[in-house]
């Protein structure tokens, strides 16, 4: 389902930045994922890394910096960017929510059929019919006519990976896709992503679970304070980070006590 290109970096972010008031929240971010990789931000709370996301998708306007999605768009935000301009930024990418994100009106069906058909104007046959082998996928079959309240946490969670597949987007993006699940519902969800890594979808994601990061991820990026402090493979930067604040951050993530 990931579209094939020859071209290797499939998202480049050069001088992103970001404010809120007075608050700098962002301060010249450079990223780049090779297409059919995957990056995971790690960092603590309010570091900015949900943010990143955020701005990838268009739902914040950074102030300044740029974002380029395949060579193909070369978004600058040292100008208001056109409407236009960011309806394709929008097109390129998914979310995946921390809190599901689900529309609590509208049955699991019509949530994952709602940005196809409305938003990317496809047949509305076609929509259901993809929605529904999603939806086999990963087991919801039998859901497909639930609204979001009978459904657990994780299963919510996996509505919401499969409404993101369904609007075939070239970069799936996770903001701590587990961070709200019970500890028993955390592994059907990543089992699910590194799935989806294993074939070749790139994706962007904010995560706390370390070992997640180490086993799917290609590299790893600790935020802190608007700034990429460190980044690099994960098994190596994870096992031995060499910036005095990654190593506080990451003793204090594996000794909470």
């Excluded at 069906?109 to 019919?129: D, S, Y």
């Amino acid at each position: 389902m990931s579209p094939a290109d020859p071209s290797p970096a499939l998202l480049t972010v050069r001088g992103l930045q970001k404010s809120f008031g007075k608050n700098n929240v962002l301060s010249s971010i450079d990223l780049e994922v090779n297409r059919g990789n995957v990056l995971a931000l790690i960092g603590p709370s309010g570091s900015g890394k949900t943010t990143i996301l955020r701005c990838l998708n268009g739902l914040e306007l950074a102030d300044g910096g740029s974002i380029d999605v395949a060579g193909e768009l070369a978004l600058s935000f040292e100008t208001t960017p056109s409407k236009k301009s960011l309806t394709v930024l929008r097109d390129r990418s998914a979310m995946v929510f921390q809190h599901y994100n689900l529309f609590p009106h509208k049955t699991v069906l019509e949530n994952v059929v709602e940005g196809p058909v409305v938003v990317q104007r496809r047949p509305v046959a076609e929509a259901r019919a993809e929605a529904l082998a999603l939806l086999a996928r990963v087991g919801l079959t039998d859901k497909q006519n639930s609204y979001p309240f009978e459904l657990s946490g994780g299963q919510q969670q996996r509505v919401g990976i499969v409404r993101a597949l369904a609007l075939r987007p070239q970069l799936l993006l996770f903001d701590e896709p587990t961070s709200a699940l019970d500890p028993e519902l955390v592994g059907d969800v990543l089992r699910l992503i590194k799935e989806l890594a294993g074939e070749g979808w790139t994706m962007v994601i904010v995560t706390h679970e370390l070992e997640f990061a180490r086993e799917v991820a290609h590299e790893v990026a600790f935020v802190d304070g608007g700034h990429i402090v460190e980044r690099g493979d994960p098994k190596e930067l994870l096992r031995n980070p060499q910036n005095e604040r990654t190593q506080q951050f990451l003793h204090r993530l594996l000794h909470p006590f």
